[in-house]
């Protein structure tokens, strides 16, 4: 079957609106593919970075528990 | 042989779960060997499970289920209703975190991790949560990050932020995320309130940036840092300390302050407590559903008549206030569950088969149905002929209490809305509930003009 192609001018109001609706576009679409994005590397590389630092975090409280301790042991002793 | 694998149990490939003349087994994979032997010899298995934070098994004989190609066949203790994470209330939802963390930390002690954090992997079993997976460990490599990492954040760290600093509602999240809710929106709907929060900065905010950055799988994998064994405790540790702190008060919703007792006579109470004990004990309910349960106080007199109770409530708060309760009496047979009646818990996931609706993890032996039916006819608009179908579809027996529009509470939910309940009253309600059930029990409560009425299904 035939179709008749009807001729019709892009105006400027016309060119607006698909301007407006490609930059919807660009905006709505994820960055990446949503079904192709691997979803465990940054997890592990956030570990890497983040497990030794409250490590060292977790020592220090320990430590300054630990000293708390002593000194008021220190002066629970001193106290007449 | 005739076994059947249940729809719910197919993402890992240690192992699955399957029925056999109605007894539920696991299924080890030979796979899987290593990591299965280690979590026995190692001390895990006893250590777990002597502090009912691991479901018990026995190994049965592999003729005995049939199968040849498996490793171990194991017969679970079953627990005895299954819930879902988008059912908890905040309370239970922590229990599961810390439970899942302590398993981890207990884990690692023993040379072994969790490779699975799912929130579906805890049951609550008596009381408590217990994890039901005993395939979710595997031999700990020096230096490997905690994999289940990510899946912990989701199913569990995210929800409870949003459900402290957000709405308690936002646990019903998980009902659409049945993989936990992403950190992404967990990050954005936080806002500037994760900023207040390390756990939330670190676990949640930062978490869900590092995951955006390194997404793109075109590009070669990051080298990432090895983590310690005490880098990995250290995690471990900050997790369960930012969980313990989390809280909510449940105070200031609609039934909080209202209670099972209002706007009853004490005669009209007590008639309904002797009415509703001599209904379950008639009915010999092994199972009793307590719908509408509020903070459940005929859910506890169901549980002293023998019944193992399912408390249901659309209210977080009053789920959360009966959850309190079942912890602090230290109850093993009441479970509450944060369901709206009027939208349960739909068949979920893959096929609709992962995750089973509330009709299908029924019948109950009983339902209780206690000063229900006028938020339903009148809140909700809903016609005694559907309601009774409904309940038709729950359980064996229904106690069912009638509420005339003229009640002093059903009053109250028609003051700000035109009347237009004209089917609203006695005969209309038995002739629809009649076409269901056999009404073996009908009695008028003392000083009110309700009816409580205990109903059997035919053949039921």
């Known amino acids: 079957m035939r179709v008749a192609r009807v001729p019709h001018r892009v105006t400027g109001s016309r060119m607006l609106q698909i301007l407006a609706v490609l930059c919807a576009v660009s905006v709505a679409a994820p960055p990446a593919a949503h079904a192709y994005i691997d979803p465990l590397s940054g997890s592990v590389v956030l570990q890497g970075s983040v497990a030794g630092v409250l490590a060292a975090l977790l020592t220090i409280r320990h430590w300054w528990a630990s000293a708390i301790r002593l000194v008021r042991a220190w002066f629970a002793r001193a106290a007449p | 042989m005739s076994l059947t694998r249940l729809p719910s149990s197919f993402r890992d490939p240690s192992g699955f779960l399957f029925r056999h003349h109605d007894t539920l087994y696991r299924y080890v994979a030979s796979s899987y060997a290593a990591h299965y032997d280690a979590v026995m010899r190692s001390g895990l298995y006893d250590e777990l499970t002597a502090a009912d934070l691991l479901i018990p098994h026995d190994e049965t004989a592999l003729t005995e289920a049939g199968i040849l190609d498996a490793h171990r066949i194991l017969r679970p203790q079953p627990v005895s209703f299954v819930s879902y994470p988008y059912e908890w209330c905040f309370g239970q939802l922590k229990a599961a975190a810390l439970c899942t963390l302590e398993i981890q930390r207990r884990a690692l002690a023993r040379g072994l991790t969790l490779k699975d954090a799912s929130a579906c992997n805890i049951q609550f079993h008596r009381g408590r949560p217990i994890l039901i997976d005993t395939l979710s460990f595997e031999v700990y490599q020096e230096g490997a990050p905690w994999i289940a990492y990510r899946q912990f954040c989701e199913h569990f760290l995210a929800p409870l932020l949003l459900m402290s600093r957000v709405h308690a509602d936002a646990g019903r999240w998980l009902r659409e995320y049945l993989d936990g809710v992403p950190l992404e929106v967990a990050a954005r709907v936080l806002g500037a309130r994760a900023a207040l929060s390390p756990a939330a900065l670190i676990h949640v905010r930062l978490h869900a940036r590092t995951i955006r950055r390194f997404s793109d799988s075109a590009k070669p994998p990051p080298r990432a840092r090895p983590v310690s064994k005490t880098g990995l405790a250290a995690l471990i540790e900050h997790l369960a300390a930012s969980i313990r702190r989390f809280d909510w008060r449940p105070s200031g919703t609609e039934w909080t302050e209202y209670g099972n007792t209002r706007g009853y006579a004490r005669e009209t109470l007590d008639a309904k407590r002797a009415l509703v004990r001599e209904g379950i004990l008639s009915a010999g309910a092994v199972t009793v559903w307590d719908v509408g349960a509020n903070t459940g106080e005929f859910s506890r007199l169901a549980a002293q008549a023998g019944a193992s109770v399912v408390a249901l409530d659309a209210d977080p708060a009053a789920v959360e206030l009966n959850y309190r309760g079942v912890v602090a009496g230290g109850e093993r047979s009441i479970l509450p569950l944060v369901i709206d009646i ?114 059997v299904k035919p053949g039921g």
């Open chain 2, 342 to 455: 009027a939208n349960p818990s739909p068949a979920l996931g893959w096929d609709l088969r992962e995750r089973m609706s509330l009709a299908g993890r029924g019948p109950a032996d009983v339902v209780l149905a206690l000063a229900l039916v006028h938020h339903l006819a009148i809140s909700q608009n809903l016609p005694f002929d559907l309601m009774a179908e409904g309940f038709a579809r729950l359980g064996r027996t229904l106690i069912i209490e009638y509420v005339p529009k003229d009640d002093a509470q059903a009053r109250r939910l028609l003051r700000s809305r035109p009347d237009i309940f004209t089917s609203y009253d006695r005969a209309t309600f038995e002739g629809a509930f009649r076409r269901f059930f056999d009404v073996t029990r009908c009695e008028a409560l003392p000083s009110s003009g309700r009816v409580l009425y205990t109903m």
